[in-house]
Nanobody
Framework: QVQLVESGGGLVQAGGSLRLSCAGSERTFRTYTIGWFRQAPGKEREFVAGVTWGLSIPYYSDSMKDRFTITRDNAKNTVYLQMNGLKAEDTAVYYC????????????????WGQGTQVTVSS
């Protein structure tokens, strides 16, 4: 049973922008931190950004903080990842997931994952 669904991926030219969405049920989102991860061919799955529940505090991988912005809309049970200035190395499958930890960055800290959405950046 899929409890998180990513959307918004696609093909974009280098320098372009995309906004990814992660949608789920209220019970999936309420009180949980939601994080974004990505996995490119030949690379490990890496943390991109997360956002906490209580104050919707965003936090980022240092390498992505300058270009990516994570937000959440609890009324819509949706978390967004705005990606600007995309580069070829951003090409990956992007996943969203939930965690019971406030500012989790490691994959074992997340218990529910979406199926992923493909982002391809051409140069």
């Amino acid at each position: 049973q899929v409890q998180l669904v990513e959307s918004g991926g696609g093909l974009v030219q280098a320098g372009g922008s995309l906004r990814l969405s992660c949608a789920g049920s209220e019970r999936t989102f309420r009180t949980y931190t939601i994080g974004w991860f990505r996995q490119a061919p030949g690379k490990e799955r890496e943390f991109v950004a997360g956002v906490t529940w209580g104050l919707s505090i965003p936090y980022y991988s240092d390498s992505m903080k300058d270009r990516f912005t994570i937000t959440r809309d609890n009324a819509k049970n949706t978390v967004y990842l705005q990606m600007n200035g995309l580069k070829a190395e951003d090409t990956a499958v992007y996943y969203c997931a939930r965690s019971r930890s406030t500012r989790a960055r490691a994959t074992p800290e997340y218990d529910i994952w979406g199926q992923g959405t493909q982002v391809t950046v051409s140069s």
